[in-house]
């Protein structure tokens, strides 16, 4: 692994994210309804837990979810979803001759996606915290910022997995990205604690990175409320979570491969309507 062959590929993850970052400014409008349209439902689940008099802890685990669903948003439509899309447009041909790795293109894909869901998820936090008057007890900075991480990469790992499988199952991307979508709100807990699931429920949930993720945050941000919601402990769940980024950052090495492999054996990788 020569220097400029790791140089070739740092420009391409760049040139990749370059887009995805210019475009969180395209068009400003788009910036409201990103940031607004996301509270509406956070406001349902916030308003139906007054109703039913939960613990005012409830409020801020719905505010936390809600911004933590605009990363699995964008893991399914920007990052799973966007081979097969680029190979619909006439671009998937430009990667494949592209002189670098094909992670390197996923990783300029991801860490792209990444800032601008940011962005984004931070605005639904911010305003969420202010309208809805919540009031968090932060317990351990450096934590939050590990856990934060490792979820991050965990699922962009997974992201970039789901890319080439995406582009393998053809147009049935569009509808397994619909199907992952609520399912996997109800699975993750993105808007109750996980914990109410049952153990093996929960467990079984685990896979999903960002459900995990979202419980140490709880945990962090709620530190008194830990032994009755959290699922498991923090650093056991830092744990996995480091555990599934180097599990799902392999497996996409490997269905990276398997999609190259395939396409040179049938030919019709790059063929639109494949």
Not at 77 to 92: F, H, I, P, V
Not at 185 to 201: I, M, T
Request: glycine share 8%; aromatic share 14%; proline share 4%.
């Amino acid at each position: 692994m020569s220097e400029s062959w790791i140089i070739q590929n740092l420009r391409a993850v760049r040139g990749r994210a370059y887009p995805r970052i210019l475009g969180a400014q395209r068009e400003p409008s788009w910036i409201f309804f990103d940031v607004v349209l996301p509270l509406l439902g956070v406001a349902a689940y916030v308003y139906v837990y007054k109703f039913m008099n939960a613990p005012s802890e409830f409020v801020g685990f719905v505010i936390l979810g809600g911004a933590m669903a605009a990363f699995w948003l964008n893991i399914l439509w920007s990052m799973a979803s966007q081979l097969y899309w680029e190979k619909e447009t006439g671009n998937l041909s430009l990667y494949l001759i592209a002189p670098v790795s094909r992670l390197s293109i996923l990783a300029g894909m991801a860490v792209g996606g990444l800032f601008f869901t940011t962005l984004r998820a931070s605005s639904t936090l911010i305003i969420g915290i202010v309208v809805f008057n919540v009031t968090l007890s932060l317990s351990s900075p450096i934590m939050l910022i590990a856990v934060f991480t490792v979820t991050m990469i965990a699922l962009y790992g997974m992201g970039m997995m789901f890319a080439s499988l995406y582009l393998l199952f053809g147009r049935e991307a569009y509808h397994l990205s619909s199907l992952m979508t609520e399912p996997i709100y109800l699975a993750s807990g993105l808007y109750f604690p996980v914990k109410a699931l049952g153990y093996w429920a929960a467990a079984g949930a685990s896979i999903i990175p960002i459900t995990l993720g979202l419980d140490g945050l709880r945990q962090l941000f709620y530190p008194s409320t830990s032994a009755e919601y959290g699922f498991l402990p923090v650093e056991l769940e830092l744990v996995i979570l480091a555990g599934l980024s180097v599990l799902f950052l392999f497996l996409s090495k490997l269905s990276l491969d398997y999609m190259e492999k395939l396409g040179k054996t049938t030919g019709r990788l790059t063929l639109r309507w494949q």
